[in-house]
């Protein structure tokens, strides 16, 4: 309820005069001659900016932000689509995950940043629009993480079954992750409107937000966050134990030069033994393959990318876990810090995965420079 609905003169001095002002018959009577009780207290509160400086300034770099994530995301589907050389694995499965952050800067972060500005963070636009908010809120960034989550598979398979997982192999095996991953975010996205799974809107307090029963709160983080986490950590460990055995084989494998070996045949086995006095290590820099620095390559853009990914979810997640079950009441200038920090996940993504592929970068340049 507005404070204009409101027409009684005792109303308008309990709910607008400070408790700090003075209500002594000299002060009445000024405020008397000045007009009203209620139009002072009104005076007073006209005088408060209702943005500070600082507040400007966050909603400025949110604006940014989202802008940026559009145009990046949508730089890297357009540069997808325009170079034949992209439509193939592994390039479905970044296009998918441009996909699903071009929907969250377009279709989510806009209305997030009106749902915070608003007094109170009420929601004011009804509740259809709450609901396809909230719903491809949960679908968008589920898809986002679980697409990460299938990028780092497709890159510990290339390195670890370079010989098994052929092309063929390569790009059923990324279809399926992309209909399983859409598939999964929607219906954890649309099990509260299938199923009745608890309510994301409120009338009475003007309230839009992701469903808080307890059940459907363990249901959505954990298959939208902490199953995909787990994946990606177990597949980020494998990748650096397979980059380690490489690496200890390829120095194992390493020969002495010819004139620092000496062979003698042991007496009872078959087989011959080597010792090397003067070993260089030469012939391990030289004897590193295009695959192999390709490979060293693709461990690093895993491990950054699933680092950035969990400093970026990890705090909402935790949360959104937690606040339903315990009944905790959490600030909510840190929810929102939360929230933005994994939207901002949508930003860092195209700018992982593109800086650690040279054919990205020959692409925006020739894109760039063809239409001029």
Known sequence: MESSNVSTPSALTFTSVPEDYNCSPSTLEAAGDQGDVGE???????????????????????????????????LVLATILRVRAFHRVPHNLVASTAVSDVLVAALVMPLSLVSEVSTGKRWRLGRALCHVWISFDVLCCTASIWNVAAIALDRYWTITRHIQYTLRTRSRASNLMIVLTWALSALIAFA?????????????????????????????????????LGVVLFVYWKIY???????GKRRVAVLPLPETVQAK????EAQMVFTARHATLAF???????????????ALMVGILIGVFVLCWIPFFLTELITPLCSCNIPPIWKSIFLWLGYSNSFFNPLI??????????????LFTKQR
């Open 353 to 366: 995965y593109t800086a650690f592929n040279k054919n990205y970068n020959s692409a925006f340049k020739s």
């Open 284 to 298: 391990q820099t030289h004897g590193e393959t295009w695959r192999e620095q390709k490979e060293k390559r693709a």
């Open 192 to 228: 509260p409107l299938l199923f009745g799974w608890g309510e994301v809107y409120s009338a009475e307090l003007q309230r839009c937000q992701v469903s808080q029963e307890p059940s459907y709160a363990v249901f959505s983080t954990c298959g939208a966050f902490y199953v995909p």
């Open 265 to 268: 045949e042991a007496p009872q």
């Open 241 to 247: 134990k397979a980059a380690k055995f490489r690496i």
């Open 40 to 74: 002072s207290a009104g005076t007073l509160h006209s005088k408060e900016s209702p943005f500070s400086i600082f507040t400007v300034l966050i909603l400025t770099l949110l604006v940014l932000l989202i802008v940026a994530t559009f145009l990046w995301n949508l």
